[in-house]
């Protein structure tokens, strides 16, 4: 950091959120997927037999990410189309 290794502390914190990150980001995305594709089809639970594996997991990685539902607040007032 600045040119300097990490200490023993930073080194175990930089660990450990990229453990967490890692284990919060998977459970996220493989139940809100199997949540979303259980509803489609009106409920019964249709999935594009055509679709492609890789193009279903990029979309459910991006769609269910958990950074989405992560409280935020602003820091300053901000108007936006009159509101």
Do not use: K, Y
Not at 35 to 42: F, Q, R, T
């Amino acid at each position: 950091m600045d040119g300097r290794p990490l200490i023993d502390d930073e080194l175990l914190v930089n660990c450990l959120s990229l453990l967490l990150g890692a284990v919060v980001t998977t459970a996220q995305t493989i139940s809100a997927t199997l949540v979303e594709l259980a509803g489609a089809g009106d409920g019964e639970g249709r999935c594009p037999h055509d679709a492609p594996l890789d193009g279903l997991v990029d979309e459910a990685l991006r769609w269910s990410s958990p950074v989405n539902h992560f409280m935020r607040r602003a820091r300053v007032d901000v108007e936006m189309h009159g509101r």
